[in-house]
Each structure stands twice: as C-alpha cells, then as structure tokens.
C-alpha cells in the first residue's frame, strides 16, 4: 500500500531529515585522509542521538552501524570499520537515516577526501545533477516512471552506468515503503504519484558498467567492473505546487517551498555549530 502523509506526518518527516542533513554535514567535516570509517560512524551516530533522534539504519535487517559509508568501488552500504582507513584521493558516499517520533528521514552524499581526480568529480556532479532532476520529475499528476525517466536522461549524457539492482522508495513510518521508485524509465508508467506521497530519490551512478555484487559481508555493494560509484539521496514530498526537498527548512507548518536545493544550501558543520549554545 502506499500512504500519502498529511501535514502533521510531513513535519515529523522533515524533522528527521533535518537532523540527518545537520549530522550529514558533521559527517562530511570529519571525512580527510586518516580518518577511519569507524570514525565517521561515531559522528552520525552521536550527532543523531544529540539532537533527539533515532539512527534508522542501526539494527534495520541486522545492520550493524549508523551510517553507511561506501568508499570508490563501493556502490552502497558500506560498513564502517576501524580496520578502514580514508586516502587522499578517495570518492566517499555517506549514506544516513533518522527516526523522530516513528517518522523516517534518509539522505545521502558524495563527497571527496582531499583532492579528487577529475573524473570523480564529473561523476559527483553529474550524480547531483540527477539527483536534482529525478526531485523535480515528482509531479502530482505524474508516474513514478517519469523519475527515472529524469535520472536516465541526466547520467546517459556522460555514459555512466545506472545501478538497477537498487532503487528509491517511499518512505514513512517505515524506511522502506512502496513504492520502488527505479533509476530508470520509461517516463509515463509505474504507479500515480499523489499528493502527500513522500520518497526517497536516490540515484547511483558507476563511471563504468552498471554491474554491481553484494559482498561476502553481505552489505556492502561494489561494482563488478571496479570502477568507482557515487550516490546521493533526497527524500522528497509531492505537494500540489511541486516536489519539497526535507530537511532544509522548506516544509513548515507556515510553508512549504518547492524546488530543489541549491549545492550551496546544504548545511555545513559551522554554520550550526557557530549558532549553538556550547
Ligand atoms: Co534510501
């Protein structure tokens, strides 16, 4: 069954997805060669419980950690470690859900360690591009398909391959609800999209082949040819004016602003951290 929220649930939602962009961005501050991904998962993982929330991806389906962090080849659903170290030069994606009062939020992002090849930071670009197009694609009125649709158009320009064994998904009171929203059309199928209806965007683009295996960990998601990978998340609400991106402050009991985003909006660690009482 898929559930379109009403505001109240809406406002939960973007609570919890407020406090995953907060504590995505502390995620981010902490990424630098040296690092271990264990040490990442510290951060997502008090930084959630600071701010009054739930981690969503701890124990989900045994899942043993906080965050997801997925490094070059890995696609999704790393799993931090102290044994993982971060290099200069590595593509990084941070994956992290919360729960406020039984409501979800996920989002995620790719970002560099240090300086990045230049064809990493095509494939991060192009990645958000398509992010950005598969938000504005959720149309009251429209399909699901059209989502995809959106995310193909932007990734075929460069070639990239497009992950289809893992797919978007409404979310709610549970992490995963229907519907299954691929990355991939074609435009004009699949189910309504309705209002209150609210998902998570999340395209995974591979600079080579869109092939991926699940490890003999049996999480993490690596691409079959070795090539490197890069995800970003949105989760999304299709109002009657347009898709609100949550956790940026657009969906309030006052307003909600559609549109996506700009790069520059997300938050920083500072920003926040200069406005807090120490
Ligand atoms: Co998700």
Known sequence: MITC????????????????QEVLAECVAAVRP????????RVADEGIKAR??????LGYRGYPKSICVSINDE??????SSKRKLRE????????GAIVDGYYGDAARTVGAGKIAPELQQLLTTTWEALVAGVEAVNVGGKIGDIGAAVEAVAGRQGYGIVREFVGHG??????????????????????????????IEPMLNLGRHEVRVGS??????????????????TVVATAAGPVVLGFGRYS????????????????AASFRRGAVA
């Not at 299954?180 to 998902?199: D, F, Q």
């Not at 960990?217 to 949105?234: N, Y």
């Open 5 to 20: 929220k009403s505001r109240a649930e809406v406002l939960l939602m973007e609570r919890a997805t407020r406090i995953v």
């Open 34 to 41: 040296g690092a271990t991904t264990e040490e990442i998962d």
């Open 52 to 57: 009054g929330g739930k981690p969503a991806f």
């Open 75 to 80: 696609v999704v659903h790393g799993i931090p």
């Open 89 to 96: 030069g590595d593509l990084v994606g941070l994956d992290l």
């Open 171 to 200: 979310i709610g009171t549970s992490l995963h609800e229907k519907p299954e929203v691929p990355n991939y059309g074609p435009a004009g199928r699949r189910e309504a999209i309705r209002e209150g209806m609210t998902l998570a």
């Open 217 to 234: 960990d049996g999480w993490t998601v690596r691409t079959v040819d070795g090539k490197p990978s890069a995800h970003f998340e949105h």
């Open 253 to 268: 009991a006052e307003k909600s602003l559609p549109g996506v985003p700009a790069f520059s909006e997300y938050p920083s």
